[in-house]
């Protein structure tokens, strides 16, 4: 008997949305398990997190640079796609405030994610081109219409500001909460500046 087909809508399809799922839930478990430990911790944590066997984690990444990428991408999506509810519910300038703090605390609550990307494994060469094609789009947004309403008076590369919140989430603090709750209070003292008419 042959197989069904995918325009039958029988097994084929139904494989490939369990798979979806198993690569959801992995995922999210993986996201969780690398806040909680960091992004070496071991991956049977993960795989049981997501109610899975360790043959399906290794069959959907191989490595564990792919599942660090794909936990990096989807918290990055993430961030873009927030900052469209933030613009439709804030005026400018506040949905600039509370897009930045989301993403200041995305970045300081990723135990180790910051190490691994910077590592120099070319496994994560392709996350800049993809930091830079959304994220930094996505801020650059934000500042233009902050500064067309006239919320901040002060022009910044959204790369460049991104970079630097970055530095300020990873100076070496102690904790994720101790050093995320620093980089919160340093980034607050960046927005502002942006408002400053200082030019000099």
Known sequence: MPRTT??????????????????????????????ESGVDAPVRSIAERAGVGVGTLYRHFPLRSDLISAVFRREMDACVAAATDLEAAYPPGEALDRWVMRYTQ????KRGLAGALHSGDPAYEPLAEYFSTRLAPTL?????????????????????FLGAVA???????????????????MVRLLLAGLRSQDVG
């Open 6 to 35: 995918d325009g039958d809508g029988g097994e084929p399809r139904r494989q490939r949305a369990d798979a979806r799922l198993n690569v959801d839930a992995l995922v999210e478990a993986a996201k969780a398990v690398f806040a």
């Open 106 to 109: 995305f970045v300081a609550t």
């Open 140 to 160: 650059e947004r934000l500042l233009d219409a902050a500064t067309e309403s006239g919320d901040i008076s002060q022009h910044v590369v959204a790369g460049e």
């Open 167 to 185: 530095n300020l989430c990873h100076d070496g603090g102690p904790t994720p909460s101790r050093s995320g709750g620093r980089a919160e209070r």
